[in-house]
């Protein structure tokens, strides 16, 4: 019940926004405008990318260097410092199946201090350094499981425990041999847009008293900053192969994790669970949600320069395709399910598929036909996908896929 009112006030308070802006949602492939996708082999400059040396040197820069000043903002490179601190540590968890393990990892300047709490699950049966799955989760440590001993912030409450833990099969993940680890994102940036001197850009030089610049880093830029600190910490782990780390993201959170994978290229696989517009899906298809909707129903996530393309899709210089193209050589996963036509599933298989370009340039396949797969039919290429039965969530199904493709191309 409690998701049921959460999910329909978030849905309500998107549709008004809609609304006052007389904005209505095309779910008709006939309306699709016809659009031209910015070609991933040629430089600014109109030279063919040809080798891999060319894409390293040339293209791959024009293009995060685009995703950077016009949709995620650029990231800050002020200096702060991090420690690490271990609340607790229990080697019996899940009936002796894992070592439960939490910590607050803090930042600071000198001036400003701000933290994020880690939920670390590590299978026992397992010896030495093993694989991770990191995700962020949305209302605290305290819903993926209902363990009363699991800590979470000051910004969620104990009336959550447990609420999400059919999103977090955890001791599915344990028995297949990998870790996982989690942290609330609010940690981070707190999901609402008045929030930024609360988040941690004042750590990275933000006055809360002046204006953002049109490049400004905002709540995705900030998730995925958070996203590679997670990475920082599992460098230092002993029982942690930081080599092997698949970072996943689920909605939101799945567009912070392709913009994290895009920079930070220690992330082995990266996974986009239903991001759809701003992760996975094309701007230029403008269906379902649309850069429009996206920025005006929640301005704070990308930065502001981004709103221009707001019913101009067509004018954008980049799109989607590119942003998965940027983790290349890694494996990347996108999945989409039928009925969360809000995301564009067609949007987020033709984004991967097109991907493949710069992968077959690596020498790996890519999808293998423009042409969407059959339903819960996942293809674990390099670039692999799936389009499941049901809704805008995260499920068994999807968690069996993503171990399925770590098996292929981690282990």
């Given amino acids: 019940m409690k998701k049921l009112i959460l999910t329909t006030l978030l849905l309500t308070g998107i549709f008004i926004s809609?609304?006052?802006?007389?904005?209505?949602?095309?779910?008709?492939?006939?309306?699709?405008?016809?659009?031209?996708?910015?070609?991933?082999?040629v430089s600014a400059k109109g030279k063919q990318i040809k080798s891999i040396k060319q894409w390293e040197s040339i293209r791959r820069p024009e293009i995060l260097e685009m995703f950077s000043s016009q949709m995620f903002g650029k990231t800050p490179g002020s200096p702060f410092t991090t420690s690490y601190e271990v609340v607790s540590v229990d080697a019996n968890a899940l009936d002796g199946k894992a070592t439960?393990?939490?910590?607050?990892?803090?930042?600071?300047?000198g001036n400003t201090v701000r933290s994020m709490l880690m939920l670390i699950y590590l299978?026992?049966?397992?010896?030495?350094?093993?694989?991770?799955?990191f995700a962020y989760n949305f209302d605290g440590n305290q819903t993926v499981s209902t363990d009363s001993g699991i800590l979470f912030s000051n910004h969620t409450s104990e009336n959550k425990r447990g609420l999400k833990v059919r999103r977090w099969p955890i001791e599915m993940i344990i028995s297949k041999g990998y870790g996982v680890a989690t942290a609330c994102y609010h940690d981070i940036f707190y999901d609402e847009k008045d929030k930024h001197a609360e988040s941690?850009?004042?750590?990275?030089?933000?006055?809360?008293?002046?204006?953002?610049?049109?490049?400004?880093?905002?709540?995705?830029?900030?998730?995925?900053?958070?996203?590679?600190?997670?990475?920082?910490y599992f460098e230092t782990d002993s029982r942690i192969d930081a080599k092997r780390i698949a970072l996943m993201g689920h909605s939101r959170h799945g567009k912070a994790a392709l913009w994290a994978g895009a920079q930070d290229q220690r992330f082995a696989i990266v996974i986009s669970n239903e991001s759809g517009c701003g992760g996975a899906a094309l701007s230029k298809r403008a269906y379902g949600e649309t850069v429009a909707v996206i920025t005006n129903s929640f301005p704070h996530w990308f930065c502001p320069d981004f709103s221009r393309f707001a019913n101009n899709e067509q004018s954008l210089p980049f799109d989607q395709h590119e942003l998965i193209a940027l983790i290349a050589p890694r494996p990347v996963y996108v999945a989409s399910a039928v009925d969360d036509r809000w995301a564009d599933p067609k949007g987020e298989y033709l984004s991967a598929f097109h991907a493949g370009e710069v992968y077959r340039l690596?020498?790996?396949?890519?999808?293998?036909?423009?042409?969407?797969?059959?339903?819960?039919?996942?293809?674990?290429?390099?670039?692999?996908?799936?389009?499941?039965?049901?809704?805008?969530?995260?499920?068994?199904?999807?968690?069996?896929?993503?171990?399925?493709?770590?098996?292929?191309w981690m282990k």
């Fill in 200 to 232: 941690i850009l004042p750590l990275l030089g933000y006055d809360p008293g002046q204006s953002l610049e049109g490049d400004s880093w905002q709540a995705i830029g900030a998730w995925a900053w958070g996203m590679s600190r997670a990475m920082d």
């Fill in 100 to 109: 439960c393990k939490q910590l607050r990892i803090s930042f600071s300047n």
């Fill in 362 to 408: 690596y020498g790996y396949e890519g999808l293998p036909s423009e042409e969407m797969p059959a339903l819960n039919t996942p293809v674990i290429s390099r670039v692999g996908y799936h389009i499941r039965t049901g809704v805008h969530d995260v499920t068994d199904f999807d968690w069996q896929c993503y171990l399925n493709f770590a098996d292929k």
């Fill in 123 to 133: 299978p026992n049966h397992i010896k030495g350094k093993v694989p991770l799955f």
């Fill in 18 to 41: 809609m609304v006052a802006q007389r904005i209505e949602p095309n779910y008709d492939e006939s309306k699709v405008p016809v659009y031209e996708l910015p070609p991933l082999l």
